[in-house]
């Protein structure tokens, strides 16, 4: 039985200046800003914005030690990550993983906005590192 995932939650996007990217989004691209959220236990700082019903979130670490840094100093930024909107998030991680997909997070864990958020390995979903995210 497949996972039957059928919207885009959010694009996460890794940024290495958080002003400057928000102005971009923002002024140039005109997209609708809607806040930025300080996730503290996390090490993070998240802009997020909304093209139709898809948030696009700018995704910043206070952390040099995170994952996201070290992809902000390997790579200088760039796509990040695609989150899957989903109604309930341990049945969808419990077929996946009867599948036979390696899962970062086996049981979900909070992302921006308060969210129940889980990882998938990048190693199973052909190098696209993949969040599902709970509505
Ligand atoms: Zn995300």
């Known amino acids: 039985m497949s996972a039957n995932i059928h919207k885009i939650n959010h694009i996460g996007i890794a940024v290495k200046n958080l002003e400057a990217q928000v102005e971009f989004y923002r002024d140039v691209l005109g997209l609708h800003f809607e806040e930025i959220e300080d996730l503290p236990e996390q090490h993070l700082k998240v802009a997020v914005f909304l093209a139709g019903d898809i948030r696009i979130e700018l995704i910043k670490s206070t952390s040099p030690d995170s994952a996201i840094s070290k992809f902000v100093d390997k790579t200088g930024g760039g796509m990040h990550h695609i989150a899957f909107g989903v109604d ?34 990048p190693r199973s979903t052909y190098r696209v590192l993949m969040e599902l995210c709970e509505d």
Do not use: C, M
């Open 88 to 121: 309930n998030i341990q049945n969808t991680l419990d077929n996946l993983s009867d599948e036979g997909v390696q899962l970062i997070d086996p049981r979900p864990r909070k992302g921006a906005g308060g969210h129940r958020i889980a990882f998938l390995h």
